[in-house]
């Protein structure tokens, strides 16, 4: 094998371990029977942990016009879901306004892609209607799956993600059947730390497989002298 082919073998297989890293870390977190952000304290905990990691996002709380860089399809901006808290409310403090979803899904857009997503769902019933997801592609084939945490009798969730160094251009929330609403979305690229979401820094099997594609170069280059 000549030392470009060695080269070529290695830089192969080292990206696709990396590639297989390529998992979003979630923060989720869901509680049952709320009317009011106050109460919603597994879903507040779990949007602290998302921010503490992702760091500063854009957002949006419906208050006012959905910015450019994000573009939604599905539902309606709303201050009265029409059912009370059963169907979802606001949860912006200070504000009213917020996305009523009856059924179906509802599509983030995203005009640049991120590799940073969250926000509130409220009025669930996981009981009742189960299997809600969160679909979304790396910019790559793969698609992810995360599934919706258990929120009965008018429940609300924090759900976030990110997903390092992926071109995310959209997120589908699959609502099925449920009436639901959304507010206070976080969107962008996450905080770079050492170790941490935000980085590509590469796992100790990757670079012991890094380092043996280079020991083999060197001692390719001793034989052909």
Request: proline content about 4%; hydrophobic content about 40%; glycine content about 12%.
């Amino acid at each position: 094998m000549s030392i470009a082919s060695k080269f070529a073998a290695v830089g192969i297989l080292s990206g696709a371990c990396l590639a297989a890293q390529a998992t979003p870390v979630t923060y989720i977190g869901g509680d049952n029977n709320v009317s009011s952000l106050a109460q919603m304290v597994n879903s507040t905990a779990a949007e602290a942990a998302f921010l503490a990691a992702a760091g500063s996002l854009n957002t949006v709380d419906f208050e006012s016009p959905v910015p450019a860089t994000i573009s939604i399809t599905g539902g309606t901006t709303t201050d009265n879901s029409g059912c009370g808290a059963l169907c979802g409310f606001n949860t912006t403090a200070g504000g009213s306004f917020f996305r009523s979803l009856f059924g179906g899904s509802v599509t983030f857009t995203f005009s640049n892609p991120v590799d940073a997503f969250g926000f509130y769902v409220t009025g669930l019933q996981t009981d009742l209607v189960p299997q809600q997801t969160i679909v979304y592609t790396d910019g790559s084939s793969t698609t992810q799956t995360i599934n919706v945490p258990s929120a009965t009798n008018g429940g609300s969730a924090f759900i976030g993600f990110i997903d390092s160094g992926s071109l995310i251009s959209s997120v589908i929330f699959n609502a099925t059947n449920d009436i639901v609403a959304f507010d206070d979305l976080r969107y962008g690229h996450a905080q770079a730390t050492p170790g941490g979401p935000g980085n590509n820094v590469p796992e100790p099997a990757s670079l012991a497989l890094i380092g043996l594609g280079f020991a083999g170069l060197a001692s390719a280059r001793r034989h052909k002298k």
